[in-house]
Nanobody
């Protein structure tokens, strides 16, 4: 059973930056496409960034140019560098396999709040 632990969220002012981390255990991590998802209050969870085993990346239009996904297979970890944060980026952020129909059980997520 894969366990996912997200960390690095917090309160940040508009225009600020955060780096999220996700550690995975219990699977051959390196072969899977991994993604970062987010869920804002009252909205469906959405995939915002994904990275393949070959490190090809893809981003939702809403975060393109501001967010960068990366991975360290030796550490079974995936990261999300978030720059130029906006209030609409406020959400709980989760990591998991991508696309969404391939996901494992969800972790607890990490809260990101962008507010002045």
């Amino acid at each position: 059973q894969v366990q996912l632990v997200e960390s690095g969220g917090g309160l940040v002012q508009p225009g600020g930056s955060l780096r999220l981390s996700c550690a995975a255990s219990g699977s051959i991590f390196s072969i899977w496409t991994m993604g970062w998802y987010r869920q804002a209050p009252g909205k469906q969870r959405e995939l915002v960034a994904a990275i393949t085993s070959g490190r090809i990346t893809n981003y939702a239009d809403s975060v393109k140019g501001r967010f960068t996904i990366s991975r360290d297979n030796a550490k079974n970890s995936v990261y999300l560098q978030m720059n130029s944060l906006k209030p609409e980026d406020t959400a709980v952020y989760y990591c998991n396999r991508a696309p969404s129909y391939t996901t494992w059980d969800w972790g607890q997520g990490t809260q990101v709040t962008v507010s002045s």
